[in-house]
């Protein structure tokens, strides 16, 4: 188990900034999810941990070991990418047994250690087959073992599910969190999918043009997004704007909204995040507001409105489709939900 | 198949699969086989004419005893295929010739791979665009004129003495020798190798050799283990398109070679323009043809690796 340190890490692509000053950890052993539209500089902060790309500023750790001049070769790390990038001119073994034979292992103990890892990612027997000849789920199962094989020090993931299928997908997740724990590597996730950095990890960090503007639990990250931003892209969210007074949120329309969450000094404006799941209709609830029904979503499980308010605010409510009853559009509802949901966040 | 899903009424009979693709409104049919001959028959027609046609008619002189031309009547002989063995001096040309094939395509290929490699890893858009076409350039410039032009780099007191006159005495030219010969064919073929090779290294991803490299691979091992596997068919085929041309040339070996510059290409190109002797000349083309396909023959095991690759 190693620990992966990034000490005020800058980089620029010419006269681009991409990454500005990031200092974080990756503690041992955990799975941290790098998540952030494309433009954030989550690839190129993986890049330069992995030493493909050599930062203009700050230091990178892996254990105890300043790697920052190290090439990548010297760095003893496992990396998957996107397009599997499994050699096409090898067999499934030799292409497991390629990192081993860089370390010098050969041979019997070669072959027992690729067996051991064929066995560990299911693709038992597999061994002699071309890349060629299997399904994307199983090339990047083998990509997976390739880079687990040469027991590197930290795990790479650059977005390594995103050319599957759905389905697959959630297979190659609930494999890849398997095998984390098993191995207790510690694991960085490049990903742009927010439900499968809720999924999989035990820290997020949220990626927004070149700095991290939030890091923490999933849950935490959910539950408490610090910036709109946050809010917005793990997620979705209603975003209410008004100006502090006696504690609470003076909307443009006098309405006051409560929140149990500490607010800016009164008379500054404040935004207030509320995920869609926690509205309610509801005419008792401490926070209020009478919204039109614009369109409604059916997606089984989960029904999805948009509405609007009378000064013309958009918001978003989801319901658990429990009883199969679904609101009309064009109807007027009232709005209630709970001051701990109303979340101040920093625009 | 998609046929098996299709609910449209077809009024084929099952197990004709193949119809019902081209849907119920099928034109009249054309029979398979007239439809193909139909389609290759301009092909065919112009390889005829254009390859079969001169080929065979050079097969067939090369069985005369004198080129059928004038009154004199021909007779069918064996012996221009026996030249090899009536006259010693040809297999020396032959080997010298291959010789020359060999280390005009080992150096295209050492030149032109690394050549393709810079071109696809170290540059990008416009600048790679202008770089190809100067590649390109040596096809845009007569061949003669190409050749010509190395004679006055190369001769004595030629364009390269000068430039070592600046640093040393003497003279180091080396026109009127093989090498200069070698030299004067890998100017020539270099372009086919850096283009066919070029092809082969930008189709491999990026990540291919960053996953190599994560997993301990430094770049000699990158370079002989992932980019020259993988370039193999590109460095094949450009080692095919260099390698024949070049044994069979005659222009860079007379005029860079002077009197060393005795090659297959120069012997048959004698009796065609000097000695008027149009059999023996088809002959030795087509015993230097039968070499090449027995080269190719003997290599095909590794080509087709290399091309299945």
Redesign the interface.
Same mark, same amino acid.
């Given at each position: 188990m190693t620990e992966v340190h990034i000490r005020s890490i800058a980089k620029s692509f010419g006269p681009v900034p991409v990454l500005h000053d990031i200092t974080t950890q990756f503690a041992p052993g955990s799975f941290t999810s790098l998540l952030g539209p494309s433009g954030s500089g989550k690839t190129t902060l993986l890049r330069i941990v992995a030493g493909f790309v050599t930062p203009d500023r700050g230091a990178v750790t892996i254990g105890t070991r300043d790697v920052t001049a190290v090439p990548v070769w010297g760095r003893n790390i496992g990396m998957m990418f996107q397009s599997y990038a499994l050699f096409p001119h090898m067999s499934v073994a030799r292409n497991i047994a390629f990192g081993l034979e860089r370390r010098g292992i050969r041979g019997a103990e070669a072959r027992a250690l690729v067996d051991q890892a064929l066995e560990m990612v299911r693709l038992t027997g597999f061994g002699a087959r071309s890349p060629k000849e299997l399904s994307g789920g199983q090339q990047q199962r083998v990509a997976l073992a390739r880079a687990l094989v040469i027991k590197p020090s930290v795990l790479l993931l650059d977005e390594p599910l995103s050319a599957l299928d759905r389905r697959l997908r959630q297979d190659m997740q609930v494999e890849l969190l398997r095998i984390q724990r098993e191995t207790g590597l510690t694991t960085i996730f490049v990903t742009h999918d927010q439900e499968e950095a809720l999924t999989l990890s035990d820290r997020i960090a949220i990626l927004d043009r070149g700095r991290i503007v939030q890091s923490g639990k999933p849950a935490e990250i959910y539950e408490r997004p610090q910036t709109r931003f946050a809010a917005e892209f793990l997620g979705d969210s209603n975003f209410l704007t008004g100006t502090v007074e006696q504690g609470g949120v003076r909307l443009a329309d006098g309405t006051l909204v409560q929140s149990a969450h500490p607010l800016p000094a009164p008379g500054a404006k404040a935004t207030l995040a509320i995920r869609p799941e926690k509205l309610q209709v509801s005419t008792t609830a401490p926070n209020r507001l009478t919204a039109r029904i614009v369109t409604v979503i059916y997606a089984g499980p989960v029904l999805s409105y948009l509405l609007e308010t009378l000064d013309g605010t958009r918001l978003k409510l989801f319901q658990a489709n429990r009883d199969g009853t679904i609101l009309a559009q064009g109807a007027t509802i009232t709005l209630g939900w709970s001051p701990e949901h109303a979340i101040p966040v920093a625009e | 198949m998609p046929n098996e899903a299709s609910p449209l009424p077809g009024p084929q009979s099952p197990g004709t699969g193949l119809h019902d693709l081209r849907g119920p409104h099928s034109p009249r049919k054309i029979p398979g086989w007239a439809a193909t001959t139909a389609l290759l028959l301009p092909a065919y027609a112009w390889l005829t004419l254009a390859v079969f046609l001169p080929l065979a008619t050079m097969f067939v002189f090369s069985f005369l005893n004198k080129t059928p031309m004038g009154q004199a009547p021909v007779e069918f002989t064996l012996r221009h295929y026996r030249a090899f063995i009536d006259q010693g001096y040809l297999v020396r040309i032959a080997w010298n010739t291959l010789v020359m094939g060999f280390w005009t395509t080992l150096i295209c290929a050492v030149l032109g791979f690394f050549a393709a490699l810079a071109l696809v890893r170290c540059t990008a858009g416009r600048q790679r665009e202008t770089l190809l076409v100067l590649i390109l350039l040596p096809f845009w410039t007569n061949g003669l004129v190409r050749v010509f032009s190395w004679t006055m780099v190369l001769r004595e007191n030629g364009f390269l003495d000068s430039l070592w006159h600046l640093v040393g005495d003497g003279s180091i030219s080396f026109l009127y020798s093989r090498p200069a010969i070698v030299l004067g064919l890998v100017h020539g073929y270099l372009p086919y190798m850096i283009l066919t090779c070029y092809i082969a290294l930008i189709t491999i991803?990026d %990540?291919?050799i960053?996953? %190599?490299?994560? *997993?301990? %691979?430094?770049w000699g091992?990158v370079l002989t283990?992932?980019l020259i596997? *993988?370039a193999a068919p590109g460095l094949i085929s450009g080692a095919v398109l260099t390698f024949v041309p070049v044994i069979g040339s005659f222009m860079e070996p007379r005029i860079l070679g002077g009197k060393v510059g005795m090659t297959l290409g120069t012997v048959i190109e004698d009796q065609f323009t000097q000695a008027f002797n149009w059999p023996l000349g088809a002959s030795l083309s087509f015993t230097l043809l039968a070499v090449v396909l027995a080269i190719f023959a003997t290599f095909s095991g590794v080509l087709k690796r290399g091309a299945a %690759?």
């Open positions: - | 991803d %990540a291919v960053e996953a %190599a490299q994560s *997993l301990g %691979a430094r091992t283990r992932i596997p *993988l %690759a």
